[in-house]
């Protein structure tokens, strides 16, 4: 039984969440946790806004309740849900793993891990039925279309502003010629072999274990659309430029190597390298959001390695061109 509680507030906040760390006392001996991470809904400003829109929060309580042990990737143990879609969540603390930082970058020895670990995951729900299920995300939804759209074109003149500087002249004069059809982006990246996937693939959300081994956190978006998806969210928007360079190819082969041997057939390495290609546009959109309407206090240093790292490569490939 719990006889005290004392509360900490996590050095991060979601970004639709609020996040604290509960410390339990018992009655010996223990009978439960030391520790878990108390998730609520957020209730204010753009935050609330995007929930509202997306009912992200409700749908990561469906998936604590319903899928957890579906997928094929490792998650927090949930100890309670509560008692309707609001409610918050309680989660695993893990506090003691090593976590991932976006700021400082993907390790390429993580990265070859986790090309298997979404590979295993992809394969799995492979254009099968569950792609299906109606709590899942989808990228068309019109209600997310909308919001991603109007993101992105609050962003882009605050992306010049920023960086009209330091960036490449064309790829900056790409995204304003792309930003109204910002639509067409969103769905042209949904198109292809559906899967199940986290939809959340950055490496703030990833933790590994003693053994490499990643476990993935904030469920709220998962739902359907290619494989390439998750791999572009991951690389391009958590990656260091350099490194990415000199690596994604090698990266993304892996992961279609090991989609191969988990049984997923009809799918070339020329098709996968394409949706690659231009699912590296996701990625983009969501720096350009950070530095327009999302626009928050930055202490970590993340709005620029977000946006430039993205916006790099997807110059480097020409996924510009892809739409």
């Known amino acids: 039984m719990i006889v005290g509680m004392r509360a900490t507030a996590l050095a991060v906040s979601g970004a639709v969440a609020d996040m604290t760390r509960l410390h339990f006392n018992y009655e010996q001996p223990r009978s439960g946790p030391a520790s878990a991470i108390a998730k609520a809904r957020a209730t204010e400003g753009h935050r609330l806004l995007m929930d509202q829109a997306m009912g992200l929060h409700a749908r990561e309580s469906w998936f604590y309740s319903n899928w957890r042990d579906r997928v094929a990737l490792r998650s927090p143990r949930c100890f309670d849900v509560g008692t309707d879609p609001a409610s918050t969540l309680l989660l695993e603390d893990l506090g003691p793993l090593r976590s991932g930082d976006q700021v400082t970058g993907l390790r390429l020895q993580d990265a070859e891990v986790l090309m298997d670990a979404l590979a295993g995951q992809?394969?799995?729900?492979?254009?099968?039925?569950?792609?299906?299920?109606?709590?899942?995300?989808?990228?068309?939804?019109?209600?997310?279309?909308?919001?991603?759209?109007?993101?992105?074109?609050?962003?882009?003149?605050?992306?010049?502003?920023?960086?009209?500087?330091?960036a490449p002249a064309a790829a900056l004069d790409a995204v304003v010629r792309l930003a109204p059809r910002w639509t067409d982006v969103v769905t042209a990246c949904a198109a292809g072999p559906r899967t199940v996937a986290h939809n959340d693939c950055r490496l703030d959300n990833i933790f590994f274990d003693g053994e490499g081994n990643p476990v993935f956190i904030d469920w709220q978006a998962i739902g359907t659309t290619r494989g390439t998806h998750d791999i572009a969210n991951l690389l391009a928007g958590s990656m260091d430029i350099d490194l990415l360079r000199a690596h994604w190819k090698e990266l993304v082969r892996r992961y279609h190597r090991r989609l191969c041997e988990h049984g997923v057939t009809g799918y070339s390495w020329e098709r996968c390298e394409q949706d690659y290609r231009?699912?590296?546009?996701?990625?983009?959109?969501?720096?350009?959001?950070?530095?327009?309407?999302?626009?928050?206090?930055?202490?970590?240093?993340?709005?620029?390695?977000?946006?430039?790292?993205?916006?790099?490569?997807?110059?480097d490939l020409d996924a510009f061109a892809t739409v």
């Open 122 to 166: 992809h394969a799995a729900f492979w254009m099968n039925e569950s792609c299906d299920d109606p709590h899942l995300a989808t990228a068309t939804d019109s209600n997310y279309v909308s919001m991603v759209h109007h993101l992105v074109n609050t962003g882009v003149e605050s992306l010049v502003a920023r960086y009209g500087d330091g």
């Open 278 to 315: 231009q699912s590296v546009l996701f990625p983009l959109g969501q720096g350009i959001a950070l530095v327009g309407a999302l626009d928050r206090h930055d202490g970590r240093g993340l709005t620029d390695p977000a946006v430039l790292r993205p916006l790099l490569h997807c110059h």
